[in-house]
């Protein structure tokens, strides 16, 4: 096994491992964070919020790694939105960390003595403020920024002819449906785990999991060089 079909066969674990690392942390959470007095109660739930983190954590971490271990391939072919694809995801990755390590803010919080001290209105206030944090960072990072950087990716895959093109087209119009639920988040629109509006994300979360078993099963079509001729691309439907 050549270094860049070990890179396709490891980009495609990867991709899983983001993504049902994500799920279960998402599932982990559940409503810890429904309802007015989180903030009292987050202390009774730690074990379920600190494997959710956990799990973020190793989403975040899986996510980036995706990346980097393409990198190497994707610049051969356009190393601009290669590039690109890198800086999104790392930005991506690390609001999503952000946002998880507010939640550990808030377990610490939750579980100080000051709170129950403090007046209701403080208590309230500084609450909503850690879920703030919270919820605009994973917005942010997990739908716009994470939305761009599949635009690239899918771009570059369709330009070099990598996959086939309905699977790039697909990943194209789920990474824009991705973009379009965060701005509606960022306009008010429900984006919380269980909205109506996750179907959004539904399109490219399915391409990312065909996408990955294309690169663990099939590998990306890359430019073979006879010898002493031209390299050439096989012809892609």
């Known amino acids: 096994m050549n270094v860049d079909r070990?890179?396709?066969?490891?980009?495609g674990g990867l991709f899983v491992v983001a993504t049902v690392a994500s799920i279960l942390g998402s599932v982990a959470l559940g409503a810890i964070l429904d309802g007015t007095d989180y903030l009292d109660t987050v202390g009774d739930q730690q074990t379920r919020l600190v494997l959710a983190v956990l799990l973020f954590v190793i989403a975040a971490v899986a996510a980036v790694a995706t990346a980097f271990v393409l990198f190497p391939i994707l610049r051969r072919f356009a190393e601009g939105a290669a590039a690109g694809y890198v800086v999104l995801r790392v930005f991506e990755n690390i609001l999503y960390v952000m946002g998880s390590v507010g939640l550990l803010i808030m377990l610490t919080v939750g579980q100080s003595d000051a709170v129950g001290a403090a007046p209701a209105a403080d208590a309230t206030l500084l609450g909503v403020t850690l879920l703030a944090v919270h919820h605009w960072s994973v917005l942010i990072?997990?739908?716009?920024?994470?939305?761009?950087?599949?635009?690239?990716?899918?771009?570059?895959?369709l330009q070099s002819r990598l996959v086939p093109r309905w699977l790039a087209y697909w990943g194209l119009i789920g990474a824009a449906l991705v973009?379009?639920?965060?701005?509606?988040?960022?306009?008010?629109?429900?984006?919380?785990?269980?909205?109506?509006?996750?179907?959004?994300?539904?399109?490219l979360a399915v391409q990312e999991m065909v996408f990955a078993g294309w690169l663990i099963v099939k590998g990306?079509?890359?430019?073979?060089?006879?010898?002493?001729?031209?390299?050439?691309?096989?012809?892609?439907r």
Do not use: Q
């Open 6 to 11: 070990k890179s396709e066969v490891l980009a």
């Open 141 to 157: 990072g997990t739908l716009i920024f994470a939305g761009m950087a599949s635009c690239l990716l899918n771009y570059v895959l």
């Open 179 to 203: 973009v379009v639920y965060g701005l509606l988040g960022i306009f008010g629109a429900g984006s919380d785990f269980g909205s109506p509006l996750m179907l959004l994300a539904m399109p």
């Open 220 to 236: 990306l079509h890359l430019p073979t060089a006879s010898p002493g001729g031209p390299r050439s691309v096989p012809a892609m």
